[in-house]
């Protein structure tokens, strides 16, 4: 089991940029992991993905305002979002996989372990 930390929630104002980041408890080298993000009401969806090969994929909503990437020396996983609006309101969670290969940003159910997320609030 993978123990997984989020931190760099913020309110921020509609425009601006954060920086997430996913601190694991073991080595993330290998392992598929992706960052998701709910509202309530509404079902976690995926965001980003990033295989232990460290080949990225993005939800087509946020491509080109998000990069995901990993710091190996550090175990951390980050995400980065520019351009916030709004709708990125919600809180965001990292998850863990077992294996290297992703499937897509849309699997909820091939990631084992998760965090217990970090609220972003972006103002209009």
């Known amino acids: 089991q993978v123990h997984l930390e989020e931190s760099g929630g913020d309110s921020v104002q509609a425009g601006g940029s954060l920086t997430l980041s996913c601190k694991a408890s073991?080595?993330?080298?290998?392992?598929?992991m992706g960052w998701f993000r709910q509202t309530p009401g509404k079902e976690r969806e995926g965001v980003a993905v990033?295989?232990?090969?460290?080949?990225?994929q993005y939800e087509d909503s946020v491509k080109g305002r998000v990069s995901i990437f990993k710091d190996y020396t550090k175990n951390t996983m980050y995400l980065r979002i520019n351009s916030l609006v709004p709708e990125d309101t919600a809180m965001y969670y990292c998850?863990?996989?077992?294996?290297?290969?992703?499937?897509?940003?849309?699997?909820?159910?091939?990631?084992?372990?998760w965090g217990q997320g970090t609220q972003v609030t972006v103002s209009s």
């Open positions: 998850a863990a996989a077992r294996y290297a290969s992703c499937p897509g940003v849309t699997d909820r159910s091939y990631f084992i372990d």
């Open positions: 073991g080595i993330i080298a290998l392992l598929c």
């Open positions: 990033i295989s232990g090969q460290g080949i990225p």
